[in-house]
């Protein structure tokens, strides 16, 4: 090969490899100003708008009739368009219209959304099944979901819509006409059944499924009644419970123990403002980290998918109501007696100890890099990693002779501790049961309702993990009504309901606040769950009314 073939070849060989990586290079700079003009686009748009990158099953432009890999999808209708289809989507295809008067003859008819309709689903006329291939050749109703082929529209007997499966949650948009046109409630609308459900989730909770999650219940349901509550905090979200029958609104806590607490905080400044009627009924689906209340109330360690959105709403029609205790706690500062005493609400636990120093660990370093702990693993791992590290350099010992504890108003005498847990529910630590332990001791079984609260003791970090493997229990320290806790020197790592901090000397008195009106889920048991019988029957008893 002489000279000249080998510069040739050196240049074809250059060029092979640069022109990609100048495409590439290109197309990354462009990237960002189509999503920043996209981004524009959306906030004017009628449509709920998100962009994705893959479409995660066979999809079609509902505009251009083309298969599409990338593009835009709306969570409220569920139209889908490539990105040069988009503006033109927004004129031509209306959205779910969350307030709406109804046709001139007083009813309402089905809104139709043509392809992209779900597989295995059955036309509505024909009972054959739709969905069976992707092209847009079928049509779904947005609000009463009801699938119906192109063929069998024209035909079909009945066009008007009752809002389907869902309808007793559902808020009617033609309901919304009639209260802002009264700005009041109508009484006329209401129905004996109607129990409407309001979707409140954290989308920075947990696992990162709040996002999703929104989008599948604004689907199903009117959007105007599902928050997120990152852009709207519940004190507003719940001020939609005024606008319906009172005594009949579910709200569903999409989030985790803390989201929860928040909840339940606004709905205590509902009754400070007189609206005692409208109190809601508040369910929870966990998608924190411990979830140690969710798990107590029967709905889970954990939420991760693995039920739709439909069985969830079945399950919270289905739930039971009960009652829970809700706890004050007033931490006074020692010398400081012209300071307004820090005053906090209790759900679950309040600890000084090994666990509110992992706790405060862990909120330290989230705050800082909170895009690293979206993933219940890698938090659960890091939590993991605190214990493990204070194993070693236990930094709460001696806590006995730092602290005095009174229980209904008597001293207790505390043995060599490093920590103190006040439990008000049945789950601790991400799924431990602290109270009933292990062994043939009986002891009073935890309730939510009994104005009590049950105190414990751990010796370290490595107690708490023997704790949690049923290798080791607690020391039992007593139950009661009221309990003071005094922190004589140092400063000491303290918790409520996994918010930390750092504390110096001060008084600690933890009495009862009001009680919350909650939903218990009592899951079905199945076969496989025979064996464990009579152990999932005492904990089922130790939680629910």
Partial sequence: ????????????????????????????????????????????????????????????????????????????????????????????????EIMTQRQTD???????????VPLASYC????????????????????????????????????????GEFRSVIIPPYYLYQVNKLRRRHPDEYGSGWTPVLVLANTRSGNNMGEVLLGEFRTLLNPMQVFDLSELPPSKALQLCTLLPPGSVRVLVCGGDGTVGWVLDAIDTMKLKGQDQFIPLVTILPLGTGNDLANSLGWGAGYAGEIPVEQVLRNVLEAEVIKMDRWKVQVVSKGNYFRKPKVLSMNNYFSVGPDALMALNFHAHREKTPSFFSSRIINKAVYFLYGTKDCLVQECKDLDKRI????????????????????????????????????????PPTRVDDGLLEVVGVYGSFHCAQIQVKLANPVRLGQAHTIRLVLKSSRMPMQVDGEPWAQGPCTITITHK????????????????DSSASEGDEHEQVDKL
């Fill in 124 to 163: 509505a006329e024909c009972k054959q099944q739709c969905g069976t291939q992707p092209k847009l050749c079928d049509y779904r109703c947005v609000w009463c979901q009801t699938t119906v082929h192109d063929d069998c529209l024209s035909s079909l007997n009945d066009d008007l819509c009752d809002l």
């Fill in 514 to 529: 009001t009680q919350a009106l909650m939903l218990y889920h009592s899951a079905e048991q199945t076969d496989d769950d």
């Fill in 404 to 443: 005095e504890l009174e229980l209904d108003g008597e001293q207790v005498n505390l043995p060599s501790l490093e920590g103190i847990i006040v439990c008000n529910i049945g789950y601790w630590g991400g799924g431990c049961r602290l109270w009933e332990g292990m062994g043939d001791e009986p002891y």
């Fill in 1 to 96: 090969m002489d000279g000249a073939e080998e510069w040739t070849l050196l240049l074809w060989t250059t060029v092979a490899v640069l022109v990609p990586v100048l495409i590439t290079l290109w197309c990354s700079f462009q990237r960002p100003k189509r999503k920043v003009q996209l981004k524009d686009l959306f906030r004017k748009s009628k449509h709920g708008w998100h962009y994705t990158d893959l479409f995660n099953k066979p999809t079609y432009c509902c505009v251009c009739s083309q298969p599409i890999l990338q593009g835009a999808f709306c969570d409220c209708c569920g139209i889908c368009a490539d990105e040069q289809c988009i503006q033109r989507a927004d004129r031509i295809l209306s959205c779910k």
């Fill in 106 to 116: 007083g009813r309402f008819y089905h809104q139709w959304v043509r392809g992209n």
